[in-house]
């Protein structure tokens, strides 16, 4: 059983930052993969990023390549998730998620993940 507690949520100017974070219990953190997905207003949830269980594998949304890094530390059993260069459209809701696996890929597969967090919301002004 894995519980997943995101932080980091609020309100930001197009162009502007956030840090997300996620507290990840129990103590088989690093068996585990971890992603980022988001679901706005009216439509479906929809990957962001996703990071394998040792932290050396990610993958990424185009819409978010380049500018929102996925990040872990193990040691900390949390994973991050650096949002930059901000846009209206990057509004949603944010949801940590783990999926059971220490294979090289992460999936970007909402129904390949066992545990979901409550979620945080992220609202970009323009």
């Known amino acids: 059983q894995v519980q997943l507690v995101e932080s980091g949520g609020g309100l930001v100017q197009a162009g502007g930052s956030l840090r997300l974070s996620c507290a990840a219990s129990?103590?088989?953190?690093?068996?585990?993969?971890m992603g980022w997905f988001r679901q706005a207003p009216g439509k479906e949830r929809e990957f962001v990023a996703a990071?394998?269980?040792?932290?050396?594998?990610?993958r990424y949304a185009d819409s978010v390549k380049g500018r929102i890094p996925i990040s872990r530390d193990n040691a900390k059993n949390m994973v991050y998730l650096q949002m930059n260069s901000l846009k209206p459209e990057d509004t949603a809701v944010y949801y940590c998620a783990a999926q059971r696996t220490t294979g090289y890929f992460a999936s970007a597969q909402i129904g390949a993940y066992d545990y979901w967090g409550q979620g945080t919301q992220v609202t970009v002004s323009s």
């Open positions: 990071i394998n269980s040792s932290g050396g594998g990610w």
């Open positions: 129990g103590r088989t953190f690093e068996d585990y993969a």
